[in-house]
């Protein structure tokens, strides 16, 4: 059983910063991605960031230069730092884990990011 443990959602204000952490856990296999997505309501859900084993990453447009994906392979936990958050950002953010040639896929129940003043 693989299980996903996030933290550090809540309320912001505009411009603020925000660090989400991810924690996996159970029987996982070691070369996988890891990464955030988010959905508000109304919309599908969309990628935010995801980094490889060996740090490739990749970025949705709309967060490229704000937002930093970052991981600690020894604690299988995912970082996302966000920085100059707009109210557009609000979403549910997940947690997701992936491997595998199908691939595998694994998903946190989500965390909620508020851009309020």
């Known amino acids: 059983q693989v299980q996903l443990a996030e933290s550090g959602g809540g309320l912001v204000q505009p411009g603020g910063s925000l660090r989400l952490s991810c924690a996996a856990s159970?029987?996982?296999?070691?070369?996988?991605?890891m990464g955030w997505y988010r959905q508000v309501p109304g919309k599908q859900r969309e990628l935010v960031a995801t980094?490889?084993?060996?740090?490739?990453?990749n970025y949705a447009d709309s967060v490229q230069g704000r937002f930093t994906i970052s991981r600690d392979n020894a604690k299988s936990t995912v970082y996302l730092q966000m920085n100059s958050l707009k109210p557009e950002d609000t979403a549910v953010y997940y947690c997701?884990?992936?491997?595998?040639?199908?691939?595998?896929?694994?998903w946190g129940k989500g965390t909620l990011v508020t851009v309020s003043s």
């Open positions: 997701n884990l992936k491997w595998g040639a199908r691939p595998v896929d694994y």
């Open positions: 159970g029987s996982i296999f070691s070369p996988n991605t």
């Open positions: 980094i490889a084993i060996f740090g490739i990453t």
